[in-house]
């Protein structure tokens, strides 16, 4: 069936980079898209950007751009999405999800990671 | 970037009532427009794909329909475990917009 495992949970300092990674299993890692997306606390969803696994190529949020670096290694079927200078209001929880194309061309996120919480405390 | 609007932003229902939530899109997205269930401490939860196609496995009291600009997720018969929040989005450009999400509520 299909998996996605996050790593765990991270306290960091202000300035500081974290660095989640999204262990894939029971598909073809190289055929579908990682996005990533994260919740503030009692917030909504914010989708930060996408890695197509067999390319590499990647497409960032206006917001996050120059801050996050997302990457893939298939040989382990893993995504990882690194955040830098960190502040406070990075504070979430940060999923992956895959993308999958369906009716009509267009794309839905079907499968989820659990969730990494990122704290950023002084 | 295209913004999401839902409304209402929350609501409390009984159980086997019919609830009507709405997305409104700022530029015409067709109908690619999805709709999410996130239940507390949860990932979220593909529900309908393409506007009005029902996800794999989702209950059938679960419908969308909607084109363009304006989109609205029905559930018939609300159940004890479909209070949660739900979220649109949009996957027709970059980034992927999601709406700021309907508390669904008991009374």
């Known amino acids: 069936q299909v998996q996605l495992v996050q790593s765990g949970a991270e306290v960091k300092k202000p300035g500081a980079s974290v660095k989640v990674s999204c262990e894939a299993s029971?598909?073809?890692?190289?055929?579908?898209?990682i996005h990533w997306v994260r919740q503030a606390p009692g917030q909504g969803l914010e989708w930060m950007g996408r890695?197509?696994?067999?390319?590499?190529?990647?497409d960032y949020a206006q917001k996050f751009q120059g801050r996050v670096t997302m990457t893939r290694d298939t040989s382990i079927s893993t995504a990882n999405m690194e955040l830098s200078r960190l502040r406070s209001d990075d504070t979430a929880i940060y999923f992956c999800?895959?993308?999958?194309?369906?009716?009509?061309?267009?794309?839905?996120?079907?499968?989820w990671g659990q969730g990494t919480l990122v704290t950023v405390s002084s | 970037d295209i913004q999401m609007t839902q409304s209402p932003s929350s609501l409390s229902a009984s159980v086997g009532d019919r609830v009507t939530i709405t997305c409104r899109a700022s530029?015409?997205?067709?109908?690619?427009l999805n709709w999410y269930q996130q239940k507390p401490g949860k990932a979220p939860k593909l529900l309908i794909f393409?506007?009005?196609y029902l996800q794999s496995g989702v209950p059938s009291r679960f419908s969308g329909s909607g084109s363009g600009t304006d989109f609205t997720l029905t559930i018939s018969g609300l159940q004890p475990e479909d209070f949660a929040t739900y979220y649109c989005?949009?996957?027709?450009?970059?980034?992927?917009?999601f709406g700021q999400g309907t508390k669904v509520e008991i009374k």
């Open positions: 999800a895959r993308g999958i194309t369906m009716a009509q061309g267009v794309t839905g996120f079907d499968y």
């Open positions: 029971g598909y073809t890692f190289t055929g579908y898209y």
């Open positions: 890695i197509n696994p067999n390319s590499g190529a990647t």
């Open positions: 530029q015409s997205i067709s109908n690619y």
């Open positions: 393409a506007a009005s």
């Open positions: 989005q949009q996957t027709y450009s970059t980034p992927r917009t």
